[in-house]
């Protein structure tokens, strides 16, 4: 199943396996048994003095297979074929069972360590998710660290009946103890939040106790990484407040207009800019939201969490996130049929009807994406014309299995209490109400910048965006933004970042420029 580059890989990366572990595959008669018995197999072989294989395992789901170190109750387990996007997930899952260390802050780590009771997870992914194996490789890491965690990934697409049941529409989908958890990307520390273990009193008077920086830098995308490397280059004390490293990138399936890199993809792209910005001496404050900003001499910043952070500048970059369609029943059917990323829930529509909403290069992108797999799609544009390139839309009509619906107005998602069951929109030509039953709706309208917090302390446009001048500042001395969450007219990965490298240099001029008292 693997080629002799991977296997030449992968035979060097199993080197690193100090304590001997067991692969015990629970199989039946099916094709799928015998592609994951050569696969095992195969990894086998490439150490087999540390990694042994078992054919005779008892897991009801079949194929699956545990990774179990030798005489311990340490192990992980996937239910499916663990390759595209989640190899890498495999790789690491070898390794860590196997002894290495994992690379994990150590406060971290140790909160996963004290975690009491048994914990039993269940993750639903897809192989073309790329949000999934965040997910997937946080809770095997959990696993490996605290014995009385359980993890076993599935595969949903392999599942389908067992994804029925349980009504999964959208990946990654984590079920804790049989009972709904989590659904969508997150690392270990946003778990343990949700487990009841994120900040202590402790953790909050440390952040409180934080000399003032001079640069404060707020968001991890582009553009907030760009600004943190700008600033700590000056030599001056630097941080960065983020809920999620990377920001909206991560949830960015292909990257191909990066000058210099040719190709990547988004969780790649953003581990990429976090590795870059912990090069320098950068004080990084992750899974941490800003509530409020108090101008002043002294600029406060105020977390979520109650602790509040001082510095002599700030640099909003905040970013963007997906425009929801603001409609009744499209938070009630969140997951269980609204989506919005068709690369990650895509495969879970197979065969059936969806629908996607707009027109413009991401939502025909969706659409064709989505006709190579499911039943039928509609999509919906609101004005009298689609907006995508011309290659794209030519692409799009090609397809026997899309309609396309100009001049609609989404107005209503329409459910039968647990799942999407139909879409109902306006005729803009007619004011006529049309409904379209279907399976999934996949909204494709934008981004909205994350900018709510600030209410009316920095000068907001009526869509939200922070104004900003050519330097980059806004309209309170001191405070500076870049990226999507501003009024640059283009949203694109390399203008954020270039936007948080001027952002960085006017926030230095700033500071020599003007006398900040503690």
């Known amino acids: 199943m693997l080629d002799a580059g991977l296997k030449t890989q992968l035979k060097a990366y199993l080197e690193n396996i100090t304590q001997p572990i067991e692969l015990i595959a629970s199989l039946d008669e099916g094709a799928k048994s015998e592609e994951l018995r050569e696969l095992l197999q195969e990894i086998a072989a490439l150490s087999p003095a540390k990694i042994s294989v078992n054919l005779q395992g008892d897991n ?152 003032p920086f001079d640069v404060l830098v707020v968001g991890g995308g582009p553009a907030g990484a760009a600004a943190a490397i700008y600033a700590a280059r000056k030599g001056i004390r630097t941080g960065v407040v983020a809920e999620r490293f990377g920001g909206q990138v991560l949830d960015t399936m292909s990257i191909e207009n990066y000058i210099s890199v040719q190709h990547t993809e988004g969780p790649a792209f953003a581990a990429a800019l976090e590795a870059h910005v912990r090069d320098y001496d950068v004080d990084i404050m992750n899974v941490q939201r800003a509530e409020e900003l108090i101008p002043g001499k002294q600029i406060q910043l105020k977390l979520a969490n109650g602790a509040t952070l001082k510095t002599k500048s700030l640099i909003l970059a905040t970013g963007a996130r997906w425009r929801e369609l603001g409609v009744p029943g499209e938070a009630e059917y969140r997951n269980k049929g609204v989506a919005y990323c068709p690369h990650c829930d895509g495969p879970l529509y197979k065969g059936k009807d969806v629908a996607v909403i707009g027109g413009g290069n991401s939502g025909v992108e969706a659409a064709i994406d989505l006709a190579g797999i499911v039943n039928h799609v509609t999509l919906l544009e609101f004005g009298d014309a689609l907006r995508a390139d011309d290659v794209l839309q030519r692409k799009l009509t090609s397809l026997p299995n899309v309609t396309v619906i100009k001049m609609a107005q989404t107005t209503e998602v329409i459910g039968d209490g647990s799942k999407v069951t139909a879409l109902r929109y306006t005729d803009r030509n007619t004011d006529e109400s049309h409904e379209i039953a279907l399976d999934g709706i996949f909204v494709q309208i934008g981004l909205v910048p994350n900018n709510e917090w600030l209410g009316d302390v920095v000068k907001r446009t009526k869509y939200g965006e922070i104004e900003i001048d050519e330097r980059g500042q806004t309209s309170v001395p001191g405070v500076f933004a870049a990226g999507d969450a501003t009024t640059v007219p283009y949203k694109q990965i390399i203008i954020a970042a270039g936007q948080g490298a001027t952002a960085a240099l006017s926030a230095f001029d700033y500071l020599i420029r003007t006398s900040v008292e503690d």
């Open 60 to 211: 009801a789901r079949k194929p699956s297979f545990t990774i179990q170190r030798v005489d311990s109750d340490v192990a992980v387990a996937f239910a499916g074929i663990p390759l595209g996007h989640e190899f890498t997930s495999l790789v690491l899952a070898l390794l860590q069972v196997g002894g290495h260390p994992i690379k994990m802050d150590e406060a971290v780590a140790n909160q996963i360590r004290s975690l009491e009771g048994e914990l039993v997870f269940e993750t639903y992914f897809s192989l073309s998710c790329q949000n999934c194996p965040d997910v997937v490789q946080a809770l095997n890491a959990m696993a490996v660290l605290n014995p009385r965690i359980k993890h076993i990934s599935i595969d949903g697409a392999l599942f389908q009946d067992e994804v029925k049941e349980r009504e999964v529409m959208s990946v990654p989908a984590v079920f804790l103890n049989g009972e709904e958890f989590h659904y969508g990307r997150a690392n270990a520390e946003e778990l343990l939040a949700k487990l009841g273990a994120g900040d202590s009193e402790e953790q909050i008077a440390a952040l409180n106790d934080k000399a």
